[in-house]
């Protein structure tokens, strides 16, 4: 008999983060994100509509940042 599991994942599991978790991962505001979009962060938009789901793959959030990488020399 194939029985039910469940998944217990914590955000620091997911390759896939939703809008709301980028902003408190990184304490920043929907504005911003909204500009590092519009600055080249990749994302996945599932619909068409104004109002369909965005998330992000952590790894390109992470090379995202790395932009931002200061050499402390």
């Known amino acids: 008999m194939n029985e039910p599991f469940r ?3 914590k ?3 997911l390759d896939y983060l939703k ?3 980028v902003c ?3 304490n920043i ?3 911003t994100l909204d500009r590092w979009k519009k600055d080249g962060l990749k994302y996945y938009k ?3 509509s104004k109002t369909s789901m965005i998330t992000f793959k952590r ?3 992470e090379s995202f940042m790395e932009r ?4 402390g020399k």
């Open 7 to 9: 998944l217990n994942l």
């Open 11 to 13: 955000d620091g599991d």
């Open 19 to 21: 809008t709301t978790q």
């Open 24 to 26: 408190k991962k990184y």
């Open 29 to 31: 505001s929907n504005k």
């Open 46 to 48: 599932m619909g068409r």
């Open 59 to 61: 790894e390109h959030l």
């Open 68 to 71: 931002f990488l200061v050499n």
